[in-house]
């Protein structure tokens, strides 16, 4: 009996965050979901339960849920259908766009950008084209699809391809899907540019306010408004990423600052210290007076940072411990506060810079969102009579995707 079309195979609003492991960092494999509603691989879950021993209960590594008795691990069929599919999708329509990045990096920005957007409206209209005509049979529209990616693709480095091209099977679907990508990169070009020309319009502006022997500083891109001097500048530190604890879907860059998901082959010393998750501590110990630092946060889509002991199990999630503290951006409009099992939600906004402010010696820790200025988002009373470092968790399998502790001017 023939089967029924089921239309597209995943929806666009699909990301792979909602189909990831919050333990391997992949997509689910055999899919198991707990009580409490959490899914991970069954494989990892049964490893993660295992090297903990039988004194242990059997606790959800994402909400710390347990129970006395080992749970029953069944297939989720549903998750299993949908991650199978989401592996399908292609990427090659999009390709020529990071290649002319990676290719033309010797030439100028603006130069560049304008080719950029050039090329994705050129595809645009392609893709616009292609939906307008006679339905196209599956071969043809993967036909079609190589071509778009194959027109400028000469010397393509498939590791920069983008994972959120093509969720769909149908030939519609996938037509769809490449039209829906391709828009949100012509808007995210359009943004760019935008801010390039109100920067440089501020410049021409400080320029001619400024006396020509004096030197004029170019503003920075985070903040175009003037920012007042923090009240917490006595107190700023700048610690740097400790590459023992990183987790080997990390790497960090050469100044110790940024830390960024990749899944490429490390060449880092290898460490027992290391987070099975995509975590990592800083090096700077925090165990007396008071101590402040900063975290660009905007090119990660769901991230949390805080402060943890060093003793904080590897196998385990920033913030649900009781030797850990954290605010977490969960990439949905939700930002929360975690310690233990609690999580009392702060606000609906995203702030693009995090302060974390610790006094030890009244056993406080605050987060601040940072703009012009502080301002309080969430506090909290810590008692630990051991050290605390820095934290830092970049959830999702987006490579990319990074934190980086801002230079704080003491």
């Not at 440089?200 to 320029?207: A, G, M, R, W």
């Not at 165990?287 to 769901?302: A, I, P």
């Not at 949905?332 to 006094?359: F, K, M, N, Y």
Request: charged letters at 20%; aromatic letters at 8%.
């Amino acid at each position: 009996m023939a089967s029924l079309d089921p239309g597209p195979a995943v929806p666009v609003w699909l990301s792979e965050d909602d189909l990831g492991c919050i333990i391997c960092q992949g997509l689910l494999s055999c899919p198991t979901t707990l009580h409490c509603g959490h899914s991970f691989c069954r494989s990892c879950l049964e490893r993660l339960w295992g090297e903990r021993g039988v004194r242990r209960r059997w606790a959800c590594p994402t909400c710390r849920e347990s129970t006395a008795l080992k749970p029953r691990l069944r297939k989720n069929t549903l998750l299993q259908d949908l991650a199978d599919k989401y592996m399908l999708r292609g990427g090659q329509a999009l390709c020529s766009v990071f290649v002319l990045l990676k290719t033309e990096a010797q030439r100028s920005i603006t130069e560049v950008g304008r080719e950029l957007a050039e090329l994705v409206e050129q595809l645009v209209d392609i893709t616009r084209n292609l939906q307008s005509q006679r339905p196209l049979s599956q071969s043809e529209a993967d036909n079609e699809l190589s071509i778009l990616g194959t027109a400028f693709s000469c010397g393509v480095d498939l590791s920069l391809a983008s994972p959120k091209l093509v969720t769909s099977s149908t030939p519609e679907g996938k037509m769809r899907d490449v039209l829906h990508a391709l828009e949100e990169i012509q808007e995210k070009l359009r943004e760019n540019f935008m801010w390039k020309e109100a920067l440089e319009e501020q410049i021409q502006v400080e320029l001619l306010e400024t006396p020509s022997t004096s030197s004029c500083p170019l503003p920075d891109q985070n903040h175009l408004a003037p920012r007042k001097t923090s009240r917490f500048a006595q107190w700023a530190i700048n610690p740097i990423f400790d590459l023992r604890s990183l987790s080997c879907s990390l790497e960090v860059s050469e100044d110790g600052r940024t830390v960024t998901v990749s899944h490429g082959r490390q060449s880092y010393p290898w460490s027992c210290e290391r987070f099975e998750t995509c975590q990592v501590l800083c090096s700077q110990a925090l165990s007396s007076e008071k101590q402040y630092w900063e975290v660009d946060t905007q090119h990660c889509d769901h991230w949390a940072v805080g402060v943890a002991s060093w003793r904080m199990n590897r196998n385990q999630i920033l913030g649900r411990t009781e030797d850990s503290w954290c605010v977490e951006w969960k990439g949905t409009g939700q930002l929360s506060a975690w310690h233990l099992v609690e999580e009392p939600v702060i606000s609906s906004d995203r702030p693009r810079v995090v302060g974390i402010w610790l006094d030890l010696e009244v056993g406080k820790l605050a987060f601040y969102a940072v703009a012009n200025q502080e301002t309080l988002l969430y506090e909290c009373e810590v008692s630990a009579s051991y050290p605390l470092y820095p934290a830092f968790w970049l959830y999702g399998l987006q490579p990319g995707n990074s934190l980086m502790i801002m230079q704080t001017k003491a």
